[in-house]
């Protein structure tokens, strides 16, 4: 079977001279390949790569979910925050569960509904 070896991209670890995790320049499969064996120094490079490199794609939602306090719930379906009055939360910290769609047009919603509520609650948007 070929096998090539070393960084493939130039976002991959950039491993110091001399380790055998080093990108080697051929134009051809090497033969008899052994399996690379790190040294503390590859893998003090991969950590910091891994650190520098890697993040969550998972949007951070769910922090203030809505729900009765005895179920963990933060917030009531008002957007009250459980126990403190005259504060509420009207972001995707209120989700709670993470949603099967585009959280901008999630966020959306929730403004909208708090400004509803909002309006509702301060008696604004009556007619006199």
């Not at 379906?77 to 989700?95: N, P, W, Y």
């Amino acid at each position: 079977m070929d096998v090539y070896r070393g960084e493939h991209a130039p976002a991959h670890p950039v491993f110091s001279e001399g380790s055998a995790a080093k990108s080697v320049q051929i134009d051809e499969p090497l033969k008899d390949v052994q399996d690379i064996v790190y040294t503390e120094e590859d893998d003090k490079i991969i950590e910091d790569w891994l650190k520098q490199t890697i993040g969550s794609c998972w949007h951070s939602m769910g922090t203030c979910k809505m729900a009765p306090q005895d179920q963990a719930g933060v917030v009531d379906s008002r957007l009250r925050v459980h126990g403190v009055q005259g504060l509420a939360v009207a972001d995707l910290s209120i989700c709670p569960d993470n949603v099967s769609a585009n959280t901008g047009a999630t966020a959306f919603a929730i403004g909208e509904k708090a400004a509803a509520i909002f309006i509702e609650d301060l008696g604004l948007g009556q007619s006199p």
